[in-house]
């Protein structure tokens, strides 16, 4: 039977660096990612993670505004998440409103971002059984919006006139 090789934690800061790097050229990854991965594979003091930590920032394998951006469009094209949603995973990624908002105005567009809305209410709307009554369907597509982070009362506003479409269809 084989069992999967246990990782042994590196005491040797040039090595810790390697792993480091190699971790962030993977993908982006924001400044408290590389920190806990430091932690979880080496044995260092503070000032060897800090010193490792600053290499990588000089040398760009840490950028927070670019990993920002990255995981605000590829949470957004891929997964189809709102900025509620993507929000608050930034924020546990470490990062701060201003990076936030910056990746937001440059990630994605208004139009884009109510065109997703309107695709993926759509897509819901058509595994909601046509029997559903009519405030039961509303309720069934506010809470999947809310749950896939879109703020309310963008969906609100457009839901009357989705159901409505729907409706006649």
Request: proline share 3%.
């Amino acid at each position: 039977m084989n069992f999967p090789q246990r990782q042994v934690k590196t005491s040797d800061p040039k090595q810790a660096y390697l792993k480091a790097s190699r971790y962030c050229g993977y993908r982006d990854r924001s400044l408290q990612e590389t920190k806990r991965f430091l932690e979880q594979c080496a044995i260092l003091d503070s000032e060897e993670t800090e010193q490792i930590i600053a290499q990588l920032l000089e040398e760009g394998f840490i950028d927070e505004k670019r990993f920002a951006e990255s995981f605000a469009r590829g949470k957004f094209n891929t997964r189809n998440w709102g900025r509620v949603k993507i929000r608050e995973n930034m924020k546990q990624k470490g990062l701060n409103d201003t990076e936030i908002s910056a990746a937001f105005a440059i990630s994605f567009d208004e139009e884009t971002y109510i065109e997703t809305l309107k695709k993926e209410l759509y897509k819901k709307a058509a595994t909601i059984s046509p029997n559903t009554e009519a405030p039961e369907r509303y309720r069934k597509l506010l809470n999947f919006a809310l749950h896939k982070g879109y703020e309310s009362d963008l969906v609100r506003r457009i839901l009357p006139s989705l159901i409505n479409d729907l409706n006649n269809k």
